[in-house]
């Protein structure tokens, strides 16, 4: 995920208009960037699997699997939003900035990885601790 970061075209300011300016700008590392974060974020969903695996016992298992699974799901949708940047590198290209639509799709995402992934760290911890004290 950190080198499709790294290789996202800049832009001039945070605004959408130059987001989608930049994209259409640099074909090239428009890809390069969103097939980076594509299949990072999708390794990243499914090494957020394997985070049950670590809870042995009852305790904290399905607080730990809800996590788990809504993490994934997150990650998962903010990879599926990687493709709006083709679609939005195109329309740059192709059509006047005030046609072009910008969709919330990142924001949620973003916020499932974010809330829930605590919430699998946090089943974890309740087995350890009830394993601690056995």
């Not at 800049?10 to 208009?17: G, L, T, V």
């Not at 969903?45 to 670590?54: E, H, K």
């Not at 973003?110 to 829930?116: C, G, H, R």
Request: hydrophobic content about 55%.
């Amino acid at each position: 995920m950190f080198a499709g970061m790294m290789t996202c075209p800049p832009q001039a300011s945070e605004s959408a208009a130059d987001y989608i300016t930049s994209l259409a700008r640099d074909s090239f590392l428009t890809e390069l960037s969103a097939i980076l974060l594509h299949y990072g974020l999708i390794a990243g969903a499914l090494g957020a699997l394997a985070v049950p695996g670590l809870v042995r016992g009852r305790k904290g298992r399905w607080l730990t699997v809800f996590g788990v699974l809504a993490t994934a799901l997150g990650l998962l949708n903010v990879s599926g939003a990687v493709r709006d940047d083709w679609w939005r590198m195109v329309t740059g290209q192709q059509l006047p900035l005030d046609a072009i639509p910008v969709s919330m799709t990142y924001v949620v995402g973003t916020v499932f990885a974010l809330l829930f992934l605590p919430l699998g760290v946090a089943g974890v911890r309740i087995f350890q601790r009830a394993r601690a004290a056995a």
